[in-house]
């Protein structure tokens, strides 16, 4: 499952959500845990995956 992260713009605080592609497209109101503000912006950030094939 992808996360993304997300940085708040009141309190400053940087933070992990955990999302399918699915629940992420449909756009949800994504809240910062640390001071409950809907006030937050999406970082860019490298994309991983975890997978059990070796390379």
Do not use: N, Q
């Not at 713009?9 to 910062?32: H, M, N, R, T």
Request: hydrophobic share 30%; glycine share 2%.
């Amino acid at each position: 499952m992808p996360s993304f992260e997300y940085v708040c713009k009141d309190c400053g605080k940087e933070f992990l959500i955990f999302l399918s592609l699915k629940e992420y497209e449909a756009k949800p109101k994504i809240i910062c845990p640390h001071c409950s503000s809907d006030h937050v912006e999406r970082k860019f950030s490298a994309f991983s995956a975890k997978t059990s094939r070796k390379s």
